[in-house]
Structures are given as C-alpha cells and as structure tokens.
C-alpha cells in the first residue's frame, strides 16, 4: 500500500513499478509483512497481507458484486459460521462465495454455481488467486438441480430465483436458509409470497442504508453521499 492508500495485488517476487517510482526485484524477494519498502523516488510502500476484502477490492471481475454491507446482513442473520455448506448461484466474479469460503473456513464447502462460462472462469481464477480451496465453482444452470444436500445456506441472485424454491427446500437441513437478493421490490414480494406458501418460516425483507460521518475541525455531521440502495434481501428458513 502506497503514502496515498492506494493498494496493490502482488503475487511474486518481482520488480515492482508505479507512478511513485520502481522497487526493486532483491527488495521485494526480501520483505515480509510489515516492512516499508522505498522506491527510488523516495516513496514509501507498506507491505501489508491481504485479507479477502483487500483482495476483492483489487480482483479480477466483469460485473456488479454485492456490496459490503448486504454480505454483512447475510452473515449476521443467517449464522453462518465454520463448518457449514453453503450453495451460491451465481457465481458473478466470485465474491461472495469468497465471503462465505472465508467465514466457513477448511471444514466447511462452497458450492457455486454459474450459468456463464466466461464469468465462471473469472471467478476460478479469483478464487485460485486467493488461496483458498473450500469453493467448487460450477458451470451450470442451478435450475436443472441442486446436487448438495443437507445445506446450511442456500443464496440466489438470479432474476427469477422463486421458480427453484422447491427444490431449495428439498436441500436445506432443517434450520437452513434460504437468502435471495432482489435489485426490485417486485421480485423480493414475489419471493416472500412463495416462500411462505411452501412452508418456510421466520421470513423477512431488509434493505441496508449505509451513511458515514465525516469529522471536521468544526464539528461531525454525516457525509453528503451514502450507500443507498443497492437490493433488498428476502431471509426464510427451514424449520
């Protein structure tokens, strides 16, 4: 990380260049978390391990990801926590199955599925990328079946996510979740009523609002901008 806080992804020990100057390849070979590296325009650089929101941030992606605080409001609600099996469709650029993967942890399985080859491919890539080897990305459209059974989480960001909850059911273990986002409120109604009819409990539609504060010499106020809308989450479980 840059004197400004700009971050950068560095998977091997090689001469590093930007716009605040080179560090050389013996530099970068010899440091460890921690360190402050120089440049030869006496700039300075952190080096700093990166966790999954750092790599995220800096990933390869071709789409929208879902946005912090909605990844929050599913970890917070759903419980998920080391150990549990999780399926996620779609994979997108593979972020919040990263999310999920990280939470999880060695003990604990991702099943991804995505219906885009190029898009499963990237998430692939961004997943080998962080290390991680709990996440299996799938190529294939969840509507022609769920494989996993006995889920503790089942999350869907389709456009029509309602036409599987059927099967949904049929997969989660008695006191998983199912969790849909829904850019528009029609969708997330539809979802709702659906769930409800098929016998699932302790539902719920939220949207996260997210507003900081900025501090001033003069004195605190929230910021002018914030992060509005961005979907609203349906919560059902099974019990």
Avoid at 73 to 88: F, P, S
Wanted: charged content about 30%; overall charge neutral.
């Amino acid at each position: 990380m840059d004197e400004r806080g700009k971050k950068y992804l560095i998977k091997e020990d090689r001469e590093f260049q930007s716009d605040l100057g080179i560090i050389k390849k013996e530099q970068m070979e010899r440091a460890t978390i921690g360190d402050t590296l120089i440049t030869h325009l006496n700039k300075e650089f952190r080096v700093i391990k990166p966790n999954v929101n750092d790599f995220i941030e800096l990933m390869e992606r071709r789409c929208s990801i879902l946005v912090q605080k909605d990844i929050g409001n599913v970890l917070a609600k759903t419980g998920l926590g080391a150990g549990c099996r999780v399926v996620d469709a779609g994979t997108g650029a593979g972020a919040i199955a990263l999310n999920f993967a990280n939470v999880v942890g060695e003990k604990g399985r991702v099943f991804t599925y995505e219906i885009r080859e190029d898009f499963a491919e990237v998430a692939q890539r961004n997943i080998d990328n962080f290390g991680i080897n709990n996440i299996v990305v799938k190529n294939k459209d969840i509507k022609e079946g769920i494989d996993e059974q006995q889920l503790d989480l089942i999350f869907l960001d389709l456009p029509k996510p309602f036409e599987i909850f059927e099967d949904v059911y049929k997969s989660l273990r008695l006191g998983g979740w199912l969790v849909v986002y829904a850019p528009y409120i029609d969708q997330a109604e539809v979802a709702y009523r659906i769930a409800k009819k098929l016998g699932f409990k302790d539902l719920s539609i939220s949207e996260i609002l997210e507003r900081e504060l900025e501090v001033r010499p003069q004195g605190t106020r929230p910021k002018t901008r914030m992060v509005g809308h961005t979907g609203y989450m349906v919560f059902a479980r099974k019990l």
